[in-house]
């Protein structure tokens, strides 16, 4: 199966511009997850959606980042204004479903370089 | 909400060495337990887990162990391989469904 597909690889922008992130799950994942990934640390929760609603954004710093799943398949992850300390990986992962503690399939994230 | 230590940050092994990766979490109700291999420029993969209802899980070269009254949970590497090398990452996973993961260990095998 294709696995989860995340674009663009690397992105460099000034502090208070903007970035948008794309991410197109494994086929049939109703489950989608974004997480942000700081140099040397583990994954952290930005926001999960179950098919094209949102189940927890409890950690995504609303004023400045959005996210979206329209139709349930692809999703959107914007940051506005950008902060130097967004400077990360931003992975997106999938899974089949919520609720039985499934796996998690993770593209390769995008790198963003705040300047 | 969970938390997830792990320990060590960095582990550096002879090939074929032992490598012990250990992790303790602090929600009681966490009952999913997955470790992923992080390689450079690349997301995390699944290489096991293990769930409440079973203390130890083996899969060729490795190994996960997992003592629920302790809440403790460890990842066993034998005959380590220089192609082990990376970042291993421990989750801990319940009620809510949503991993937390720990900061990481970066495994270096010299040949």
């Known amino acids: 199966e294709a696995g989860v597909a995340q674009s663009p690889r690397y992105k460099i922008i000034e502090k208070r511009q903007s970035v948008a992130f794309w991410c197109n799950p494994i086929?049939?994942?109703?489950?989608l997850y974004w997480y942000q990934q700081i140099l040397g640390q583990g994954p952290k929760l930005l926001i999960q959606?179950?098919?094209?609603?949102?189940?927890?954004d409890s950690q995504l710093p609303k004023d400045r980042f959005s996210a979206e799943r329209l139709k349930g398949v692809d999703s959107t992850l914007k940051i506005q204004p950008a902060k130097l300390e967004d400077s990360a990986v931003y992975l997106c992962?999938?899974?089949?479903?919520?609720?039985?503690?499934?796996?998690?399939?993770f593209g390769n994230g995008t790198r963003l370089t705040v300047t | 909400g969970e938390n997830v230590e792990q320990h060590p940050s960095t582990l550096s092994v002879q090939e074929g060495d032992s490598a012990v990766i250990k992790c303790t979490y602090s929600?009681?109700?966490?009952?999913?337990f997955p470790w992923y291999k992080q390689e450079l420029g690349k997301g995390p993969q699944l290489i096991i887990d293990?769930?409440?209802?079973?203390g130890e899980k083996k899969d060729q070269r490795i190994a996960v162990t997992l003592n629920k009254t302790a809440k403790h949970f460890s990842l066993h590497i034998t005959e380590t391989q220089p192609e082990d090398s990376a970042v291993y990452f421990c989750?801990?996973?319940?009620?809510?469904?949503?991993?937390?993961f720990g900061r990481g260990t970066s495994l270096i095998v010299h040949p």
């Open positions: 992962a999938s899974s089949p479903r919520q609720g039985n503690n499934s796996p998690l399939h």
């Open positions: 086929s049939g994942h109703a489950t």
């Open positions: 959606f179950q098919n094209n609603g949102v189940v927890d």
């Open positions: 929600d009681s109700a966490s009952n999913y």
């Open positions: 293990i769930r409440s209802n079973v």
């Open positions: 989750a801990a996973s319940g009620g809510s469904y949503i991993p937390t």
